[in-house]
């Protein structure tokens, strides 16, 4: 190279934003650039020129460890290298390559170009950004809630460990979903409306918010219920890339709000049982006493040949009468259900039970058929027996009303067991409840037998009383095609 090119080449490296040295083979410094100067913290090249790169640039009495153009000059190989270095007390990044060329200008044998490039920042940068990283990982990992991320396609691009475990796939689920399955092609995604929803949010940019949602799961299970919300994600032009997905399972806390709702009404009824009774027995006991006494003027009369009008007279006050002990008897009956207290726990056959109060209907009457499946090896269940025959009683009657007018009319009665539990269900081929009223059946005073006078209360102290039983009821309808109840059972009920 010429005199002229060498110049120009020079001044090529002048310009770059890395550490230029030319070494010989001592480890001399023959020519750095203005970067490798301003790093050492010198004014000229003349105040470096001649001495060991070691000594002037980083103070060092020895070479630096693992030094690349040591290396170089022993193997004659390009060497490259990531150093640590401290300068000043403080540690530094250094990324080097150390290259060998012969000048035949001069006569002091090899020399050595190393670059230098400081990455202390970049380096820096780096591992905050793999702390950064690593803290995010493990909130993800060990935060109670499913996160997951999917792209423009509804396809999982990343999951945390708690949305692994309810995929059902465990830690397989990250091989088998993240970059092959689409959730919002998901026939359960789908099936509850959600999808809609995703598809919508990555469309429009809208975030995607819902609570106590009922989703179907991967098992079937209609009664998950969770809070989720999907926040679009956006890349650096500013379109949407993918949707960030949270969900948090509300099932069991749903079921608790629900069950402390339900404790609220029932106490609500209590209060309201004992104010009625309160305000309208003595009232009533005054008018069947006045009617008992109409009812002896009547007689009275009637003996002393007064009769015709005092007759109907008569009758008319037997129909108070009667009207005003049912209206008794409708009272005590709402105070004895909402103040059951001190269960009579025994052992019963559940069996004998449904038997005795299925034998106190007129099925015949109703032209009901009836089918009757009942395990005879069914463990004994400790329960108060009043209590369970109300709960029958109640729910047999509702069928019954169901059936009413319906050509070939069924009630199917059936009892089993399977571990721990008896099982009870009681079946109709009736009307069947609507979806719209099926979560309001358990609430106190709803009732659609209005032309029956019913008060709605049937089915409410049911569900209490199993509870109190350590048993839970659950139904499921088909318009148009019946109902049934399925009633669970403590073998060995826990009592408080």
């Known amino acids: 190279m010429n005199k002229s090119g060498l110049i120009n080449f020079r001044s090529i490296l002048e310009t770059v934003p890395f550490g230029v040295l030319v070494l010989n083979h001592n480890l001399q410094i023959v020519w750095i650039n203005k970067e ?49 270095m401290d300068f000043k007390g403080t540690p530094r990044h250094f990324l080097t390559m150390a290259i060998p060329f012969t000048n035949s200008a001069a006569n002091g044998g090899p020399m050595i170009i190393e670059l230098a490039q400081d990455i202390t920042y970049h380096k820096k940068v780096k591992d905050q950004l793999r702390h950064s990283n690593e803290l995010t990982r493990t909130i993800l990992d060990n935060a109670p809630i499913s996160i997951f991320t999917i792209d423009i396609n509804g396809v999982f691009t990343s999951m945390n460990s708690v949305m692994a475990q309810q995929t059902g796939l465990g830690d397989r689920a990250g091989d088998l979903l993240i970059g092959r399955f689409s959730w919002i092609d998901n026939p359960y995604t789908i099936k509850c409306g959600l999808a809609d929803r995703i598809r919508n949010s990555l469309r429009t940019g809208e975030i995607v918010e819902v609570w106590d949602f009922p989703f179907i799961t991967y098992r079937g299970d209609k009664n998950f219920l969770m809070n989720f919300k999907g926040i679009p994600l956006y890349g650096a032009d500013g379109t949407i890339e993918g949707l960030l997905c949270i969900i948090e399972d509300t099932t069991e806390r749903a079921k608790t709000q629900a069950l402390l709702a339900q404790e609220a009404k029932m106490a609500a009824v209590g209060r309201l049982a004992a104010s009625i009774a309160h305000n309208l027995n003595n009232p009533l006991a005054t008018i069947s006493a006045n009617a008992e006494l109409a009812m002896a003027l009547c007689d009275s009369l009637e003996a002393y040949g007064y009769g015709g009008r005092w007759s109907h007279l008569r009758d008319y006050h037997k129909a108070i009468k009667g009207q005003a002990f049912r209206c008794t008897d409708i009272i005590n009956d709402m105070l004895k259900l909402s103040r059951k207290e001190g269960f009579k726990w025994e052992k019963l056959d559940l069996n004998r039970i449904l038997s005795e109060v299925i034998g106190g209907l007129d099925l015949k009457k109703h032209r009901i058929k009836l089918l009757k499946v009942l395990r005879p090896d069914l463990p004994q269940i400790e329960c108060d027996g009043w209590a369970l025959q109300q709960v029958f009683l109640n729910l047999l009657n509702n069928a019954i009303d169901a059936l009413e007018s319906r050509p070939r009319a069924q009630i199917s009665v059936k009892t089993q067991c399977s571990r721990n539990t008896a099982t009870v269900e009681i079946s109709d081929n009736g009307i069947g409840i609507p979806h719209e009223i099926m979560e309001k059946i358990f609430e106190p005073f709803f009732t659609t037998k209005l032309s029956k006078k019913d008060l709605g209360l049937g089915l409410t102290f049911c569900y209490e009383f199993l509870r109190e039983m350590g048993g839970e009821m659950k139904v499921k309808s088909k318009p148009g095609h019946g109902t049934t109840f399925r009633i669970t059972l403590p073998v060995r009920a826990v009592r408080e």
Request: aromatic share 6%.
């Open 36 to 84: 490798t100067i301003r790093f050492a913290e010198k004014k000229n090249l003349s105040a470096m020129k001649g001495r060991l790169c070691y000594q002037v640039i980083f103070s060092r009495n020895k070479p630096c460890d693992r030094c690349p153009a040591l290396r170089c000059i022993n193997t004659g190989e390009v060497t490259r290298r990531e150093l640590t």
